[in-house]
């Protein structure tokens, strides 16, 4: 994860958030399940896409939902000196989308993804 997105994720507690009950884990892991094929498909070769494909789609897929939204104004935090609004929503998001592809890489070395 990027230096700068690693202070949002520590001010919202972003790992807490994905750790914790309300958090859809198994759905933002099967999405990972289903995205990473396709990103391997023009990928370099070895298989495996870059990270950063894959917390593309899920930045996407949390500024859709609405669920962390939801988590940050019930936090009442909105971190960033950025003026720019929209930056810095995708800034919140892209670190969401880090620390969802950690917590998946971490089950998946535990070997508690998949179930």
């Known amino acids: 994860m990027p230096a700068h997105l690693q202070e949002i994720a520590a001010t919202l507690a972003l790992r807490s958030w994905v750790d914790g009950k309300k958090f859809p884990q198994e759905k933002y892991f099967e999405t990972i399940d289903l995205a990473r094929p396709l990103l391997a498909r023009h990928g370099a070769g070895n298989g495996e896409p870059r990270p950063e494909l894959v917390v593309m789609i899920l930045t996407t897929t949390l500024d859709e939902e609405g669920l962390l939204l939801t988590y940050v104004l019930e936090k009442g935090t909105y971190p960033l000196d950025v ?14 989308a880090w620390v969802i592809l950690q917590a998946y890489e971490r089950a998946c070395k535990a070997r508690e993804w998949p179930t």
């Open 83 to 96: 003026e720019d609004r929209e930056m810095r929503w995708l800034r919140c998001c892209q670190a969401a």
